[in-house]
């Protein structure tokens, strides 16, 4: 089940589109998506972000209306137009920075930005977004590691956004041995 996304992902780096009969049989096949181990539905997921398709892979994916076979916390979170907006336009930031980081947290922090923000501001927090995020990471495997890596960077990104003057994103962004400040 997994090279149905490996032929989306090989059409949308190659810039094709695909033939009639192979995308009949895709289709035919998305219920399998279900039976994946989540392991390697991550991989995908992740090689996706990475190789910078990403919108274009997406889009494909909800055109053939499998992102429920994928992850039912993935359809629930792309159903929403206002996220799939956001998400594609994030998904558009990634292909911009090629993204060569032993880490994979910073793609899944820009990725499901909107949802990481709406677990911690109360005022966006609704009933039973909690329950979507942590489904949604726990289909795609992100272990505690990534979750803790994913909390420093939003508390990075938040004391950044509140140093007008920028001192504290030149500690954080520049490394030291570069600082003329160290």
Known sequence: PIRIFRAIRFMARAGLTLEKNTEQGLLTHL???KNAKKERVREEFLKILREGHTAKVFAHIK???AWNDISPSLHTYFSNP???EETLALANT???HKWDHPSQSPMI?????PLIESLFDPRLNRRGETS???SLFEDLKVSKAEWDDLLKIRWNLSRILKDPEAKYSNR???PSSYS???
Do not use: D
Not at 109 to 113: D, V
């Open 109 to 113: 922090y820009i990725i499901f930005y």
């Open 63 to 65: 055109k053939m209306n």
């Open 180 to 182: 003329k400040n160290s």
């Open 132 to 134: 979507l995020g942590q």
């Open 94 to 96: 990634l292909k911009a």
């Open 82 to 84: 206002k996220i799939w």
């Open 172 to 174: 954080v962004l520049v």
């Open 31 to 33: 219920h399998e998506l």
